[in-house]
């Protein structure tokens, strides 16, 4: 079995942010199903969009990409080899 690698603390924060701004998109997506007309609620969406976005760069910048199929892009050699994947953590 391959052994993992350590994690410096940085990654499991970003990871952790991600994570929450992810959720306050969905919740948002949530209400906004039923208020498609919440001025306010689609400007915090936005700036949550925006936000989840900036540390995902960041993220993929430091540690490698996220989403497979296209939507984050690889460095060389291929690194979706590299264990732990952030579903892992």
Do not use: C, R
Request: charged share 20%; net charge negative; no cysteine.
């Amino acid at each position: 079995m391959d052994k993992q690698k350590q994690l410096p603390e940085s990654y499991y924060q970003l990871l952790e942010q991600i994570q929450a701004i992810d959720f306050v998109l969905v919740d948002l997506t949530l209400y906004l199903d039923t208020h498609p007309d919440d001025m306010q609620a689609i400007e915090q969406f936005n700036q949550a969009a925006y936000q989840s976005k900036q540390l995902k760069k960041q993220f993929e910048h430091h540690f490698g990409p996220l989403d497979q199929f296209g939507k984050s892009y690889s460095s060389y050699p291929f690194d979706w080899k590299d264990a732990p994947w952030p579903w892992q953590v």
